[in-house]
């Protein structure tokens, strides 16, 4: 549909540059041809515009296409009576940031766009339903003292939790133990013992002092973050954890070192080898 979705780069889907979905001005022609295959029945539409949106004007853009394209299809005989509008509605990563639209803001950008056509409508909101509900939970392994800055070395690394290596994403990052009332936080660069200078997930934060084998909680993971995560430099994926008030499960537990060398498997001409 030719949308700036105004976010990042690497999450924008709906630019003529993106490698996504078909241009809209080809889709009266796609559609005729669906519509002539044997076994396909037409009856929707699906947009997707990008990841992290905390602006809904895109949105309002995007679904006045969607809305015209519908007319359009139906006055070429097709049934169109799904619209899947995707999904990508922001949170909010930091505890200051002002907090994106609310869901009932962007339900009422849907109804105002769309409402009219009689449609079913389906929504993606994975990022809002699960972002800030997970944590990761790291431990300190080292305060190295630099040339002119500090690095706190955690245990946590690019390949537990990618995002702030690829996007350039920012994570609060929270002592666990609350520090003691007047104890000044100081700038330092926070990152993992991967050996990539990518592993870094945070630079010059401002941080209370956190020692060796304390821990750190990384807030707003719970998108993005297991699903995205590697075994990269042989580091087991690590374990996740579901809470429930007082109550804890682990639900996937962390692979051993021979589990993960098990699934490995010698070709046929290396077993046949002397």
């Keep these: 549909s030719d949308v700036d979705a105004k976010?990042?780069?690497?999450?924008?889907?709906?630019?003529?540059?993106?490698?996504?979905?078909?241009?809209?001005?080809?889709?009266?022609?796609v559609y005729a041809m669906a519509a002539a295959l044997p076994g396909i029945e037409v009856m929707g539409i699906d947009v997707h515009i990008g990841s992290q949106l905390t602006d809904l004007t895109p949105f309002e853009t995007a679904f006045l296409k969607v809305a015209d394209l519908t007319v359009q299809l139906r006055a070429d005989g097709h049934n169109i009576r799904r619209l899947d509008l995707g999904g990508g509605l922001g949170i909010p990563y930091q505890i200051n940031n002002s907090a994106p639209p609310l869901p009932l803001d962007y339900g009422e950008v849907i109804r105002r766009t769309v409402g009219g056509l009689g449609c079913e409508i389906e929504i993606e909101p994975g990022r809002l339903i699960a972002g800030n509900a997970g944590l990761l939970v790291s431990s300190a392994i080292y305060v190295k003292e630099g040339e002119g800055r500090n690095?706190?070395?955690l245990d946590a690394a690019m390949n537990d939790l990618i995002r702030p290596a690829m996007?350039?994403?920012h994570h609060d990052i929270v002592p666990v133990n609350e520090p003691a009332v007047g104890v000044e936080p100081t700038l330092i660069d926070i990152v993992g013992p991967v050996?990539?200078?990518?592993?870094?997930?945070?630079?010059?934060?401002?941080?209370p002092?956190?020692?060796?084998?304390?821990?750190v909680a990384f807030r707003s993971?719970?998108?993005?973050?297991?699903?995205?995560?590697?075994?990269?430099?042989?580091?087991?994926?690590?374990?996740?954890?579901?809470?429930?008030?007082?109550?804890?499960?682990?639900?996937?537990?962390?692979?051993?070192?021979?589990?993960?060398?098990?699934?490995?498997?010698?070709?046929?001409?290396?077993?046949?080898?002397?």
């Design 7 to 29: 976010t990042h780069a690497k999450i924008a889907t709906g630019k003529s540059e993106n490698k996504f979905g078909i241009p809209i001005t080809k889709a009266r022609a």
């Design 167 to 169: 996007y350039d994403s």
């Design 209 to 215: 002092p956190v020692a060796a084998g304390e821990l």
């Design 221 to 274: 993971a719970g998108a993005y973050g297991a699903v995205m995560a590697s075994e990269y430099n042989v580091r087991p994926l690590i374990p996740e954890v579901l809470v429930n008030g007082d109550q804890f499960a682990v639900i996937r537990p962390r692979p051993s070192f021979d589990e993960m060398i098990n699934r490995d498997r010698l070709p046929p001409w290396q077993l046949d080898r002397d």
């Design 151 to 153: 690095f706190l070395i």
């Design 195 to 207: 050996c990539e200078t990518g592993d870094t997930f945070a630079k010059q934060r401002a941080m």
